[in-house]
């Protein structure tokens, strides 16, 4: 099987069945089938569905090939994308290697030497490196280079990558193709310096001279860099500093999509000596473990709580390990958290206790390890071995089970679930989401759910709590009720303008639900964070419905002119040459007849509801001649409401004159004066009798523009376009067959009473002389 043209880090699903050749499909003994048969679909209960990666070898070498090695007797490193995590690159000091399926196969990368020079060792130390959609970036000296997918060659060059003074490099560690940022990337690779971070994007163009990496911290001299991350959020950056004049090193956090660095303090490292090492956790409240060669802790909430990591009593984790040094740290998305020491010796805890325990021994102390979670969640011990890498599955479930054997560990819960389980939701003006979380736990424990988010004044919260007691099992089931208050008062600082900004623009607030207590033996659901989009919807936009008792018509001419008299801003007559591709069919409307347009709300291709909102309408080409059937007074406006002809003013055009922004609703008593309150209202909504009505004089095409004008509807400015054509007016041309067969009928009518009126008097002539 071949696939061609599908990127190599795309997932490709394939569909494998099984068939009876006697009573197949046609399409299915052809191997043409998309869908099993009926037939077939009887034979398995379940298709099965199963994810293969496509693996395209590496270009062959020129003779040119050199292999790239950390510093000889490192213990191995990995990294893999946070995003597609069948991709590693996995490093030690006999070779880079590269996975693009998980290490069902890995091959070694080289790269062809290219302009630089030749290393003496006949490879290139390498001390760090990540991987990005089309190369490897390696940190080499103190300067970082590039190396291309499709020609394998090491590259250098100041205006792309940080070529001196690079003391570390760090890699995305949470997918963010999800996060609802709209318009711009989040970083993926952090570079940093003494005194100054950079970050870069996921893919490098070498081609064109736009720079990679930007810089987002300068330092001064006096502050140095000891490491960075990203943060616990996934748009946030976090940076470990320390002043020369200080004992303790503080923490920077940026949102990147704010560019506002925040310095905190963290109190937790006190005392404690670098060099540091960090990993933010997917939390709402930025969350992280730091640790040096032997104590490792966690700062939690903000660092509103920290504490160290103990094996039995003691925080040298070290000591517990024959003296070994922390290697590395893997966690999945249930929080399940390995230290692996340099000794291969194991700790296992659930991220939020601080209890770590010894799992049992896999490997010998010497032998070089190294962990990895594969795009299934699945933990993957890697051992290099004389012969290569032994890839073995981990199955932490049943170590920690034996593990713990002995030990009393018992959740507090019986059972945590919940229904926050979108990555992001969306959440327009007037808009509420709801969601549950449920716990369940023996009598008398005491146990509640907890929602925490990054930012309080954006969202507000309702909480509902259902509590049920059954044979000593308690239940509370909490539900959450998010929106967005329109009336919220910041009461720091009460100034009008904060209000108004509050309601208008839009956020990211990220939410996070866990039981208010954990033990190490608990079981988490995978999903605890959630993304919480306060602003306009991906796609959303308003329709005109077509009502089905209206015939709509596509294609029926190509272009008609709309006298001058009844334009607003010309007296010429003008042609219009209508584009059905934009305008849509046109409504035929008798034209004594009213209409409304029915306006509905759609996300891309899914409907969410009927507009009940105000809007306003306009004819795209500025004619004049259609009406509205209500009055303000008959509106009951409390003062004169807006008019085209009162926003119109300064030559506005008019998608600029009236909208959102400047709306005024004439039901509310602003003290305005009352104005003529007889003129026509010109506002529309769902509900409301006020109705378009067309020109009595002319039949008429209009092309409408509809726009929603209540400012607390939505965040998006929806507008859309109808047309409509008006029949039934009789035209001159015609009547003037009409009128010329009435006349000719008339003057026949004519000479038929006169020539009658002969006959008769020549007749009564006749009569009157045989009389006599
Ligand atoms: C929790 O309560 C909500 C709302 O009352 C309900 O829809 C949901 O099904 C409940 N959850 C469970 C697990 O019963
Ligand atoms: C406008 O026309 C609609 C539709 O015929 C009608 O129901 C409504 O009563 C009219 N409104 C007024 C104010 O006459
Ligand atoms: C719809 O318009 C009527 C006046 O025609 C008004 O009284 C009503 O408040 C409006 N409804 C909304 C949702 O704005
Ligand atoms: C929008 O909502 C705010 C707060 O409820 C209210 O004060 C304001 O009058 C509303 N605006 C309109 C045009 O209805």
Redesign the pocket.
């Known amino acids: 099987m071949s696939i061609r043209n599908s990127p190599e880090h795309d997932p490709q699903t394939v569909k494998i069945w099984i068939i009876d050749p006697d009573r197949a499909d046609e399409a299915e003994i052809k191997n043409t089938a998309m869908i099993p048969s009926v037939v077939s679909l009887l034979l398995l209960k379940n298709p099965i569905q199963h994810v293969f990666y496509m693996t395209s070898p590496e270009k062959p070498y020129g003779d040119k090939n050199v292999s790239l090695c950390l510093p000889t007797g490192s213990r191995m490193s990995i990294v893999w994308d946070a995003c597609t995590p069948h991709r590693a690159l996995l490093l030690s000091d006999k070779g880079t290697f590269i996975t693009k399926n998980a290490f069902l196969t890995y091959e070694e990368i080289k790269v062809d030497p290219g302009e630089l020079l030749m290393p003496a060792e006949g490879y290139y130390v390498v001390s760090d490196a990540v991987l990005l959609e089309n190369g490897s970036i390696f940190h080499i000296g103190d300067a970082l280079f590039w190396r291309d997918n499709e020609e394998g060659i090491l590259r250098r060059n100041p205006m792309k990558l940080l070529v001196e003074g690079v003391k570390g490099l760090s890699f995305r560690t949470q997918c963010a193709d999800y996060y609802p940022l709209l318009g711009s990337e989040l970083a993926t690779v952090l570079a940093w310096t003494d005194h100054e971070l950079y970050k870069g994007g996921r893919a490098l163009d070498w081609k064109t001279n736009s720079s990679y990496m930007s810089n987002i911290l300068s330092l001064p001299q006096t502050t140095t860099i000891l490491t960075a991350a990203f943060g616990s959020h996934l748009a946030s950056l976090g940076a470990l500093v320390m002043d020369t004049d200080s004992v303790q090193p503080s923490l920077l956090i940026c949102y990147e999509t704010e560019g506002i660095w925040k310095t905190r303090t963290l109190l937790s490292t006190n005392g404690l000596q670098g060099p540091f090492q960090m990993l933010f956790i997917s939390a709402a409240l930025e969350t992280l473990l730091v640790w040096n060669k032997d104590t490792m802790l966690y700062s939690f909430h903000n660092d509103s709580e920290w504490r160290y990591l103990r094996i039995m009593d003691s925080s040298n984790i070290s000591q517990e390990a024959s003296g070994s040094h922390i290697h590395h740290v893997v966690m999945d998305r249930s929080r399940n958290m390995l230290v692996k020491m340099e000794n291969n010796v194991l700790f296992f805890c659930k991220f939020g206790m601080n209890k770590l325990f010894r799992l049992p021994t896999w490997n010998d102390p010497g032998r070089s390890v190294v962990l990895y979670i594969n795009q299934k969640e699945q933990i993957i011990m890697l051992t290099m071995l004389d012969g290569g890498l032994h890839v073995q599955k981990y199955p932490l479930k049943m170590e920690i089970r034996s593990a713990m054997r002995g030990e009393v560990h018992s959740c507090p819960f019986i059972g945590f679930t919940h229904n926050m389980n979108k990555p992001a939701y969306y959440i327009d003006k007037e808009e509420v989401i709801e969601f549950w979380a449920q716990i369940v736990y023996h009598e008398g424990k005491n146990m509640n759910v907890t929602l925490s988010r990054n930012k309080d004044h954006v969202l507000q919260i309702t909480e509902k709590t259902h509590f049920e007691s059954v044979r000593y099992l308690d239940t509370t089931n909490k539900t959450f009720t998010i929106y967005q208050d329109?009336?919220y008062r910041d009461t720091t600082n009460n100034s009008d303008l904060i209000i108004k900004d509050i309601?208008n623009s839009s956020d990211i607030v990220t939410m996070e639900l866990l039981p208010t207590q954990i033990d190490n033996s608990c079981n988490l659901p995978k999903n605890q964070i959630s993304h919480f989009f306060v602003g306009c919807p991906p796609n959303r936009h308003i329709r005109v419905i077509k009502p089905q008792r209206i015939p709509c018509k596509m294609h029926v001419f190509d272009s008609y002119t709309i006298p001058g008299f009844v334009l607003g801003n010309s007296s010429k007559d003008l042609t219009v040459f209508y584009d059905w591709k934009s305008f849509g069919c046109v409504l035929r409307i008798h034209y004594k007849d009213e209409f409304q347009p029915d306006i509905e709300l759609y996300d891309g291709e899914t409907f969410v509801r009927s507009v009940d909102a105000?809007f306003i309408v306009w004819e795209n080409f500025h004619r004049k001649d259609y009406y509205f059937n209500m009055t303000m007074h008959e509106a009951a406006c409390l003062h004169e409401a807006q008019t085209w002809t009162s926003m119109l003013v300064d030559e506005k055009r008019p998608e600029e004159a009236w909208g959102?922004n400047n709306?005024?609703?004439c039901f509310?008593d602003n003290s305005e004066k009352l104005g003529n309150l007889d003129q026509p209202y010109e506002i529309m909504n769902r509900s409301s009798m006020n109705y378009l009505t067309f020109s009595r004089e002319n039949s008429a095409i209009y092309v409408f523009n509809v726009k929603i004008?209540?400012?607390?509807y939505s965040f998006c400015d929806l507008h859309a376009v109808f047309a409509v054509q008006t029949y039934g007016i009789p035209e001159l041309d015609q009547l003037l067959p009409l009128y010329m067969l009435l006349s000719q009928s008339i003057i026949s009518l004519i000479i038929l009473c006169i020539s009658f009126y002969g006959y008769t008097s020549i007749y009564r002539d006749m009569l009157q002389k045989k009389c006599v």
Not at 709 to 712: E, K
């Open positions: 329109p009336d309601r105000n959102p709306y005024r609703s509310v004008v209540d400012p607390n």
